[in-house]
Every structure is written in structure tokens, then in C-alpha cells.
Nanobody, 121 residues
Framework: VQLQASGGGLVQAGGSLRLSCAASGRTFSSYGLGWFRQAPGKEREFVAGIRWSGGVKYLSDSTKGRFTISRDNAKNTVSLQMNSLQPEDTAVYYC???????????????WGKGTQVTVSS
């Protein structure tokens, strides 16, 4: 499985950005795609995820109400719409793929290259 992430960039506080991740290769119906982020000096943390079969969505407490995750079945793509961005959202964002049921950093099966999101105050 290959993951190709796009989006990210520099935005002022209160602004919005959209990240996308396209999955290719041999996938099966029961998997999840999502996003983690890692700020300098911090551990990689879960941001949002979606189960491909059924479309159940998961969001971290810090992003609920501001971030939205969605999928495009035809394109095998998951998108993360990030609104009301704050400086503390600054991090490298990673797309991740799992056959498992938990959104745990150590349990992801595949990772995409990170994309930088910088929010200025």
C-alpha cells in the first residue's frame, strides 16, 4: 500500500487548510485511513481517522468541532478539512493506513510522507 499526501502549508490563525491522502496498491475493504501529527519535541498523535467499510469517523478531542474527515470511495482518497487553525496545530501531518481497529501510532501498517502545516499567530 502506498500513501500519497498533499496539501498543507502556511496559514494564519483562524484560517483553514485541506489535506488529502490517496491510497494505492492492494487494499481490502476492512481498513482505515487517517491522520496523525507530530510537533517538534512531541510524540506523534492521532488526529482523525475513518473506516473505509461503513465510513465510521474518529476525531481526537483537540480537533473535534474544527476538523472534518471525509472519504472519496471512487478515488480511494481521504481528506482532512482543518478549520479555525491555531498555532498549536502546527506540526508535520502524516497519513496512515491500518488493518487494525485502533488508531494507535504503533499499530499503523503504512505511513505516507509527512506534510508540514504551519499556523502563524
Amino acid at each position: 500500500v502506498q500513501l500519497q499526501a498533499s496539501g498543507g502549508g502556511l496559514v494564519q490563525a483562524g484560517g483553514s487548510l485541506r489535506l488529502s491522502c490517496a491510497a494505492s496498491g492492494r487494499t481490502f475493504s476492512s481498513y482505515g485511513l487517517g491522520w496523525f501529527r507530530q510537533a517538534p519535541g512531541k510524540e506523534r498523535e492521532f488526529v482523525a481517522g475513518i473506516r473505509w467499510s461503513g465510513g465510521v469517523k474518529y476525531l481526537s478531542d483537540s480537533t473535534k468541532g474544527r476538523f472534518t474527515i471525509s472519504r472519496d470511495n471512487a478515488k480511494n482518497t481521504v481528506s482532512l478539512q482543518m478549520n479555525s487553525l491555531q498555532p498549536e496545530d502546527t506540526a508535520v501531518y502524516y497519513c496512515a493506513f491500518t488493518y487494525g481497529s485502533k488508531w494507535d501510532y504503533h499499530g499503523m501498517d503504512y505511513w505516507g510522507k509527512g506534510t508540514q502545516v504551519t499556523v502563524s499567530s
